[in-house]
């Protein structure tokens, strides 16, 4: 066995240099920084489409910027999101703020005054509505329609922005940038309540779940390779997941994804796919067997953080990347 000495991490303001650091020591610090380097592989492989599956709620928790961050470097390509990042999202490029709050408030004052909390952070229920009603009446400008989460997101997105033009949000960046956002559990969000109001309203509006599955499908089969972070885990990472498996399907498999980070606080024992190895998911053929990757046991509102700006503090470029 080759064993390389332990080095002590030295404190710095230089946060690619800290985690540089931290990749030689030990714990869940460790594999902080050893996910920074596998990104950067990832960046610097011109073969590689990375897809970003985006879970909890990240826009709440004040993660917008670094997701912006991430889009418009290209540090991703395509991400698979649940519906309440993106409505969150759509709540503050419409102006709606979320509140510092606390965890240990008196929940029934806070439905008696209409206020919604996400652990310590607080919203208006109110204003949330509005939003709702928002996603119910652009359906019903475009009606009748049939397609995938993607595709009227992406034209949800565009609307959006021609009311904000001098706006910007992570569905903005996405739009602007043609990165394509997957939602594979759009029902079961806000978006989801919005889309219902209108079929209430006699609006023919149907998003068609399985179209998603097919379209992420064939960037996964057109690219030479893929590589894959997930923020969490839940449905966003098996809809990513699986896109090896329905490769291998039709002969266009990769053995997997060539490249994989995962910054998750579930844990293997469990059963649960959230905190399911990459090890657990080579015998699906999920992941290539000799796949550079890393799973950190992290709260991601540390990890995206420091990870994000040690990837901008490493000026890594990903000039001329065509969209997928």
């Not at 460790?30 to 590689?48: H, T």
């Not at 204003?127 to 359906?139: G, T």
């Not at 009311?163 to 759009?186: E, R, T």
Request: proline share 5%; glycine share 10%; hydrophobic share 40%.
């Amino acid at each position: 066995m080759d064993m390389k000495p332990r080095t002590p991490v030295s404190p710095t303001n230089d946060v690619s240099r800290l985690l540089e650091g931290m990749s030689a020591t030990g714990f869940q610090g460790r594999k902080l920084g050893e996910s920074l380097d596998v990104w950067a592989q990832m960046c610097g492989d011109p073969d590689c489409t990375i897809l970003l599956g985006l879970s909890g709620a990240m826009i709440p928790a004040g993660m917008q910027q670094c997701l912006i961050e991430l889009v418009e470097n290209r540090y991703v390509d395509v991400i698979v999101s649940t519906g309440a990042n993106i409505f969150h999202d759509v709540c503050e490029h419409f102006g709606i703020s979320h509140y510092l709050g606390h965890h240990q408030a008196d929940d029934c004052h806070l439905f008696s005054k209409g206020i919604d909390r996400i652990y310590d952070i607080f919203a208006f229920e109110e204003e949330f509505r509005s939003i709702d009603l928002k996603f119910a009446d652009f359906a019903g400008s475009i009606a009748p329609f049939s397609c995938s989460s993607a595709e009227f997101i992406r034209r949800f997105g565009e609307w959006m922005i021609s009311q904000y033009p001098g706006k910007k949000s992570f569905l903005s960046v996405c739009v602007n940038n043609n990165v394509p956002v997957f939602i594979p559990a759009l029902c079961d969000s806000s978006i989801g309540i919005g889309l219902m109001v209108a079929r209430r309203n006699g609006v023919q509006a149907h998003i068609d779940q399985i179209a998603d599955v097919d379209e992420i499908a064939r960037i996964v089969e057109g690219s030479k390779k893929t590589g894959v972070v997930y923020i969490g885990g839940g449905v966003p990472k098996n809809f990513i997941q699986q896109t090896q498996v329905i490769a291998d399907m039709y002969d266009a498999g990769q053995e997997g994804h060539a490249y994989a980070i995962q910054y998750t606080t579930d844990a293997p024992h469990w059963g649960g796919l959230s905190g399911c190895t990459f090890e657990e998911a080579i015998s699906w053929g999920k992941e290539a067997p000799h796949a550079p990757r890393v799973q950190c046991f992290c709260d991601a509102t540390i990890a995206l953080p420091f990870v994000t700006s040690g990837l901008i503090g490493r000026k890594i470029r990903r000039a001329g990347r065509a969209p997928p």
